[in-house]
């Protein structure tokens, strides 16, 4: 039998760069998809830095697929960098490495609450199937995964806080995935960016209610970034408890309260980590008082429209509120607020169920919404739309 290895197939990949990391403040270590042609590295001239950073020296250390660039000065706090490189710089079967594949860099920050929020979590995977946590960097700052931890408030296990250990940046706008295995992501959910992937130890997540919390940590200092009080009763009321496994809750509105609990809906294609969220709402309304994200539901499971994203805009503070929809005889179908005290601003979810949890039919609909004071101040405001079915 002939080896692979011995195979007569040629090479036509190009080398893909992955990661970069400070080894030290003037040291940068690259890591490419394979190996390269020894003797193209050191040339520092199939390497460019924006803004202008001066190489000194490119080298080859033990690891095959890795290079070292030393810089003849630190970069500077606060500025994200891009790594290029020419074509020049080839593999041993001479493919180059594309130059439209660069790397971003810069000096890592300490963050502040909020700068990081969790985005999406699978916390009840299919049988054999891997949970995940996925974060987004909101910020402008450049973070270095070191010191961070994820932890489960709602569980005394003695698993429940894990160190993120994985040795890389966290840069601005990203999302991160966290999984104790990539692969069963990238077989089991679309169009998923494998270098946005990270190798973690999860913290013990139970399968219907529990906490994902996001820790920083330098010496005595700690600092909450976000924390989530999830529960399976925040996926699309057209799920039943089986249905819910292997799809996870994703974030409507990016920049919405995370413990908001009309923020968060079953995701669409049962999930989109290490990318923008299928279920992603459209804004903070057009200012008026009420304001639907469409004007028609369709709440059949396919991620198109499935639910109805109910904006409101109050005039101030202390307002009370009803709101309920009818169908288009008058009848009552869903009280979503009764006398509820309301902050001036917020959201409601409908997934097109009853008052019983069953899945309206087809037809129009109306939104009711009735606000009021202690002034007597009373206003009132309809928004019709209607429900279709898709199958």
Same mark, same amino acid.
């Given at each position: ?11 036509? /990949? ?6 970069? +990391?400070?080894?030290?403040? /003037? %040291?940068?270590?690259?890591?490419? $998809? ?22 000194? $020296? ?15 000065? !630190? ?12 074509? %020049? ?21 300490? !963050? ?20 995940? +946590?996925?974060?987004y960097n909101k910020s402008a700052k450049i973070f270095d995964l070191t010191g961070f931890s994820l932890t489960n408030f709602a569980s005394s296990s003695s698993t429940a ?51 994902i919390s996001l820790l920083w940590s330098s010496g005595a200092q700690q600092i909450l970034l976000d924390s989530f009080d999830y529960s399976n009763t925040l996926h699309n ?10 799809? @996870? ?41 009420? @304001? ?24 101030? $503070? ?28 917020? %959201? ?35 928004? !019709?739309?209607?429900?279709? %079915?898709?199958?």
């Amino acid at each position: 039998m002939v080896n692979f290895s011995d195979s007569n197939a040629p090479d036509l /990949t190009a080398p893909k760069p992955l990661l970069v +990391v400070f080894e030290n403040t /003037t %040291t940068l270590n690259i890591t490419f $998809s394979e190996g390269l042609d020894i003797n193209t590295i050191p040339d520092i001239n199939n390497y460019s830095i924006t803004p202008s950073l001066e190489i000194l $020296s490119a080298s080859a250390p033990v690891i095959i697929n890795e290079i070292q660039l030393t810089l003849a000065q !630190p970069p500077a706090p606060g500025i994200l960098y891009s790594l290029s490189f020419k074509p %020049t710089l080839t593999d041993c079967s001479g493919n180059a490495v594309l130059t439209t594949d660069t790397l971003k860099f810069g000096i890592a920050q300490e !963050p502040e609450a909020g700068d990081i929020v969790i985005n999406e979590i699978l916390f009840n995977p299919v049988s054999g199937g891997s949970r995940f +946590v996925e974060v987004y960097n909101k910020s402008a700052k450049i973070f270095d995964l070191t010191g961070f931890s994820l932890t489960n408030f709602a569980s005394s296990s003695s698993t429940a806080t894990v160190d993120i250990t994985a040795n890389r940046l966290f840069l601005p706008g990203e999302f991160l995935t966290f999984t104790s295995a990539p692969n069963d992501i990238l077989n089991r959910f679309k169009n998923v960016d494998a270098a946005q992937l990270v190798t973690q130890t999860m913290p013990s997540l139970d399968d219907r209610t529990g906490n994902i919390s996001l820790l920083w940590s330098s010496g005595a200092q700690q600092i909450l970034l976000d924390s989530f009080d999830y529960s399976n009763t925040l996926h699309n009321a057209l799920l039943s408890v089986s249905d819910q496994e292997g799809i @996870s809750l994703e974030k409507i509105r990016i920049d919405g309260a995370t413990n908001d609990r009309a923020n968060w809906t079953s995701a669409a294609n049962n999930g989109s980590p290490t990318r923008p969220n299928g279920q992603r709402g459209t804004g903070a309304g057009n200012g008026d008082i009420v @304001s639907l994200s469409t004007p028609r539901l369709s709440p059949d499971g396919d991620g198109y429209e499935d639910y109805l994203d109910i904006l409101f805009n109050l005039p101030g $503070s202390g307002y009370a509120a009803n709101m309920t929809i009818y169908d288009s005889e008058g009848l009552l179908i869903k009280q979503l607020l009764n006398q509820d005290i309301s902050s001036p601003t917020g %959201t409601f979810r409908w997934d097109g169920d009853d008052n019983n949890g069953v899945i309206v039919r087809p037809g129009i609909y109306i939104l009711f919404l009735e606000i009021y004071n202690a002034t007597g101040n009373l206003q009132q405001v309809k928004k !019709p739309f209607s429900v279709v %079915t898709r199958f």
